[in-house]
């Protein structure tokens, strides 16, 4: 509605458009007109009610019906990937395997994921004791752009499972994904069990605030920055409400001294370039002991500069964009301001002079804790290499960061690779192999990278009333007055 505000008129919600860009060219893509206050309310209605039925179905058949959502993706594969490729500018066949890791999460869900929600009998003077995973209801999901399909998949499926439904917020820049997400979904479950809201960025506080306090909605979620993620957890304790957060990383990648060299350049290299770097478990501080320092530098620096930045949907091309232009203009701030304090450029260090939000893909060493690169979250293809004299200080650089998301620890050794991530803070630890997820183990991180889990068992169980049930026994087995004082 149109309102008078100090003698000013303010553009009604209804009328605003949220604008799609090319990140690989600057040019415009669709136009989306914004939710009103009714649609949002509505779109919330539809996620209510469809909890309270959604609920009531089987979980087997939740399962199964889940399990068709993925055949729903692959029959839409190609399509879906090259929307993705457009709106943010992953290379297509990141594009193309990021549907399929969705497709393949709603397998193994349909296939082992009621298992995960059957009742848990304990042993107690009880008749009967046991536990039970009940649904809360709606769950609103404020979403991230650079894995538009598999960060809201990564936590929907699973909380869907659990006999949940979900009001999506989506990121502005990927509105086409988030409404193609409601299709897929709607293709083979009932309207509601997840409806995407479509929100003009300067409302979404506001829009967010307003649902979180609303009684509708059970819960919420979040990936994205440590901002956002402060504004939402707020929002959520001041209502009693639930919140899972999954928040930015600066994750360690150490090489130490035993470590496969060539191995361990080649994937540092793939997880800092995967997705031009814009993803929140790349490794972007790599850490090495100083007897081999040299020979990494020369193996990373090689794998790094020869990746192919262009086109994402040209053939060949490893390296797309930045998804928006101000991202580009950060991050290249962040790598002048730590070049000025005194980072060397191994390679890179610029963005690149063509149409697009390009950044080369670059190596920076002689970083200090002092710089940008090292202390804040580089959302891009830039890497901090850092030279360390032993496993003790490698340990002190790794957790020399307000983040805990995940660690890569690279060793021909186990135990030792153990031993030294074992003292590394964050919430997954992974062994001579780069950071990923999957959906049979549970993913999340701690310090100011979030806190709550999704993925696995735990992450099915999230959004979950874990209630108890006591059965007390018969009269003649219920113990005197005496044994019980």
């Known amino acids: 509605m149109t309102s008078e505000t100090q003698g000013r008129t303010e553009t009604p919600i209804q009328t605003r458009t949220i604008d799609t860009v090319n990140p690989s060219t600057g040019r415009p893509l669709r136009s989306y007109p914004a939710f009103s206050e009714e649609q949002i309310d509505q779109a919330l209605a539809d996620a209510y009610g469809a909890a309270r039925a959604w609920r009531g179905v089987a979980v087997e058949e939740r399962a199964r019906r889940l399990g068709a959502v993925g055949g729903v993706l692959r029959s839409r594969r190609e399509e879906l990937a090259r929307l993705i490729t457009a709106e943010m500018g992953k290379p297509l066949p990141e594009a193309l395997a990021e549907i399929d890791k969705c497709a393949w999460q709603c397998d193994q869900y349909a296939t082992s994921g009621a298992e995960l929600l059957k009742p848990e009998h304990i042993e107690t003077a009880a008749e009967s004791s ?10 609103l999901a404020v979403m991230p752009w650079n894995f538009p399909f598999w960060q809201l998949f990564r936590f929907a499926v699973p909380a869907m499972l659990a006999g949940n439904t979900v009001l999506l917020k989506h990121s502005p820049n990927v509105t086409g994904s988030a409404l193609a997400i409601e299709e897929v979904f709607t293709a083979e479950l009932p309207r509601g069990v997840l409806r995407t809201l479509v929100v ?4 979404v506080p506001a829009v967010a ?3 979180i306090a609303d009684s509708r909605i059970a819960a919420v979620t979040l990936t994205g920055s440590t901002r956002a993620g402060g504004h939402v957890a707020a929002a959520a304790g ?3 409400k639930k919140s899972v957060l999954e928040l930015g990383g600066s994750d360690p990648f150490v090489v130490l001294a035993d470590a496969d060299l060539r191995t361990a350049a080649v994937h540092a290299a793939k997880s800092r370039l995967m997705c031009a770097g814009q993803t929140c478990i790349a490794a972007k501080r790599v850490i090495v002991h100083a007897d081999v320092a040299d020979e990494f530098e020369r193996l990373f620096v090689d794998a790094i500069a020869a990746a192919t930045v262009g086109d994402p949907t040209a053939e060949g091309t490893s390296v797309g964009p930045l998804a928006r232009a101000d991202l580009l203009d950060h991050l290249e701030h962040q790598v002048r301001e730590s070049v000025a304090q005194g980072a060397k450029v191994l390679c890179g260090g610029e963005r690149i002079d063509r149409e697009g939000n390009f950044f080369a893909p670059t190596v ?3 970083v200090t804790r002092d710089m940008p690169v090292f202390s804040e979250e580089t959302f891009g293809p830039v890497a901090a290499l850092i030279r360390v004299q032993d496993d ?5 650089v790794a957790n020399d960061t307000e983040y805990g998301l995940a660690a890569s620890v690279w060793s021909r050794d186990v135990e030792h690779a153990l031993a030294v991530g074992g003292r590394i803070e964050s919430g997954c630890l992974f062994v001579n192999s780069f950071v990923s997820s999957d959906p049979r183990v549970p993913f999340g991180g701690i310090k100011r990278s979030g806190y709550g889990r999704e993925l696995g068992a735990a992450g099915v169980r999230e959004f979950t009333n874990v209630r108890s049930v006591w059965i007390a026994p018969t009269a003649a087995q219920q113990p005197t007055a005496a044994a019980t004082e």
């Open 130 to 139: 046991y536990i039970v995973y009940e649904p809360l209801g709606v769950v």
């Open 200 to 203: 003009h960025e300067s409302d």
């Open 209 to 211: 605030d307003r649902l």
């Open 238 to 240: 001041k209502a009693l």
């Open 364 to 366: 920076l060493t002689n």
């Open 392 to 396: 003790e200080e490698a340990i002190a």
